[in-house]
């Protein structure tokens, strides 16, 4: 069984620029959620879908922020205009049921100068 | 908000030697508690849960315990080695709920031959 996938694995930026991060989740997995990680604190959360419904989108930082998963299959995080603070690995994770363990992709790390 | 603790953020021992890593949780109605384990360059993994109608749980060489009076948990490895370096996290959540995880800011864990 094939894991969760994240593209690209890094992404350099500019400030001001747009950055788009994808996700494939598990397959037959319709609980799919964002994380991120700034500077070697903790994992934040972002948002979780399911399906192609956004559950819970109270970790989102700003409007600068635009998570879709159009058809409930993969989604995709985008970042417009990016500000050096945004700078991170940002995971995905999904699973089966909302009360099953969360698969974790590999990570994009951003870095925005 | 919600927020968890970890400590310590690195801890050093001898391959051999059992490590221990606590957290402490705010929100009391967390009922699910994973850690995740990184490994350089790799994503994180599950590698232990317990849920609140237990007070330990044990996998061969690791073991978690909770104490929900307290709020808190911990992760306790025995007989280190090497390959158990690796990054810490752990989390709280509640089933039932969106199952957001909550993370803490991890424990950077070295073993030495």
């Known amino acids: 069984e094939a894991g969760v996938t994240q593209f690209p694995s890094h992404s350099v930026i500019e400030k001001g620029q747009t950055v788009t991060l994808r996700c494939d989740p598990i397959s037959g997995h319709d609980n799919l959620y964002w994380y991120r990680r700034v500077m070697g604190k903790e994992i934040k959360f972002l948002l979780h879908f399911v399906k192609e419904s956004k559950q819970d989108e109270s970790g989102m930082p700003n409007n600068r922020f635009l998570a879709e998963r159009t058809g409930g299959t993969y989604s995709t995080l985008k970042v417009q205009p990016a500000e050096l603070e945004d700078s991170g690995v940002y995971f995905c994770?999904?699973?089966?049921?909302?009360?099953?363990?969360?698969?974790f992709g590999p990570g994009t790390r951003l870095t925005v100068l | 908000g919600e927020n968890v603790e970890q400590h310590p953020s690195t801890l050093s021992v001898q391959e051999g030697d059992s490590a221990v890593i606590k957290c402490t949780y705010s929100d009391s109605a967390s009922n699910y508690f994973p850690w995740y384990k990184q490994e350089l360059g790799k994503r994180p993994q599950l590698i232990i849960d317990?849920?609140?109608?237990?007070g330990e749980k044990k996998d061969q060489r690791i073991a978690v315990t909770l104490n929900k009076t307290a709020k808190h948990f911990s992760l306790h490895i025995t007989e280190t080695q090497p390959e158990d370096s690796a990054v810490y996290f752990c989390?709280?959540?509640?089933?039932?709920?969106?199952?957001?995880?909550?993370f803490g800011a991890g424990t950077r864990l070295a073993v030495h031959p």
């Open positions: 994770a999904s699973s089966h049921e909302v009360d099953r363990e969360q698969f």
């Open positions: 317990i849920r609140s109608n237990v």
């Open positions: 989390a709280a959540s509640i089933m039932g709920g969106y199952n957001k995880l909550i």
